[in-house]
């Protein structure tokens, strides 16, 4: 498992809006396999209207999504933590 970085655009209500996920993958085609899948359960967005932009292996410390930090919990505490800022509360 790696994870990967996909990027690209779709239509969130009445614009196309950019966006970005982290997704654990054994390679890109499921990563890209895995954003369309998640895209279309939660905002009902069909494969077509999706515009994917990149997709890019990334070092897993570097990201905030939930499942990436706990798939990848053991390299990242070996490694010495995470490396994505922690935002503060107010």
Same mark, same amino acid.
């Given at each position: 498992?790696?994870?990967?970085?996909?990027?690209?655009?779709?239509?969130?209500?009445?614009?196309?809006?950019?966006? %970005?996920?982290?997704? &654990?993958?054994?390679?890109?085609?499921?990563?890209?396999?895995?954003?369309?899948?998640?895209?279309?359960?939660?905002?009902?967005?069909?494969?077509?209207?999706?515009?994917?932009? %990149?997709?890019?292996?990334?070092? &897993?410390?570097?990201?905030?999504?939930?499942?990436?930090?706990?798939?990848?919990?053991?390299?990242?505490?070996?490694?010495?933590?995470?490396?994505?800022?922690?935002?503060?509360?107010?």
């Amino acid at each position: 498992m790696k994870a990967y970085r996909v990027s690209g655009t779709a239509p969130f209500g009445s614009q196309r809006q950019p966006f %970005s996920y982290d997704v &654990p993958a054994a390679n890109a085609d499921a990563a890209t396999e895995k954003v369309y899948s998640t895209l279309g359960s939660r905002h009902r967005i069909m494969r077509r209207k999706i515009a994917i932009d %990149s997709v890019g292996e990334i070092d &897993p410390r570097t990201s905030t999504e939930p499942v990436v930090l706990s798939t990848f919990r053991e390299e990242i505490a070996a490694k010495g933590g995470t490396i994505a800022p922690v935002a503060e509360e107010e």
